[in-house]
């Protein structure tokens, strides 16, 4: 596509439930990100996915949270359990290669845990 | 401390006025810089790169001080669509780019 495209929107979910995000990033761009964006804070990295190599998944923040890239496209990011503290706006962004220059974002998923 | 910090603002300047705000970044080894804009709600976008010898994209400057760590952006002949939060960016060659919380300017008619 033209751009990186994320779903849902927007996401409310009740504590304790299961949430799917999905991320299409930029036909041909081999690395994706997830990062997340708290209110007031800046952007926090979640994990980075690189072609067929395994994903660098450091930024997670508890077990609750996975991630996989599905034929080196689409990526859905998965958190389990959702707590109230998970809520936030989560960004994907695509490049072509290692480097901020080349980052497109998705307009992001707002997710509210109540 | 964090890794890049910023003075959250908000700055309110006028139309056609200057502003200029700085960030400062913790890992001597990194090696690029970046100004992202974010609108309210919206997915941050790539303002401009920061080259060591400081570079200007139209009313924009943007200059890196290595030694003391820090890069600033100077907006010239503010326009009320320059209202947004600006974030600054550092990638110390991990491919893990670390975020300011960004500096909120607001310019008013």
């Known amino acids: 596509g033209a751009g990186v495209s994320q779903s849902p929107s927007n996401k409310v979910t009740e504590k304790g439930k299961d949430v799917e995000l999905r991320c299409d990033p930029i036909s041909g761009h081999t690395a994706l990100y997830w990062y997340r964006q708290s209110l007031g804070q800046g952007l926090e990295f979640l994990i980075y996915?690189?072609?067929?190599?395994?994903?660098?998944k450091s930024g997670l923040p508890s077990d609750r949270f996975s991630a996989e890239r599905t034929g080196g496209s689409v990526s859905t990011l998965t958190i389990q359990r959702t707590q109230q503290e998970d809520s936030a706006v989560y960004l994907c962004?695509?490049?072509?290669?290692?480097?901020?220059?080349?980052?497109?974002f998705g307009s992001g998923t707002r997710l509210t845990v109540v | 401390r964090k890794e890049v910090e910023q003075d959250p603002g908000p700055f309110n300047v006028p139309e056609g006025a200057t502003v200029a705000f700085n960030c400062t970044y913790s890992n001597s080894a990194s090696q690029s810089f970046f100004w992202y804009r974010q609108d309210c709600r919206k997915e941050p976008k790539l303002l401009m790169s920061?080259?060591?010898s400081g570079n200007e994209d139209g009313r924009f400057t943007a200059q890196l001080n290595r030694a003391s760590q820090y890069i600033s952006l100077l907006i010239r002949d503010s326009k009320l669509s320059d209202s947004a939060t600006y974030l600054c960016v550092v990638d110390s060659n991990d491919y893990k780019l670390s975020f300011g919380a960004g500096t909120t300017v607001t310019v008013r008619a």
């Open positions: 962004a695509s490049s072509l290669a290692q480097g901020a220059s080349g980052y497109t």
């Open positions: 996915f690189q072609g067929n190599s395994a994903p660098d």
């Open positions: 920061v080259y060591s």
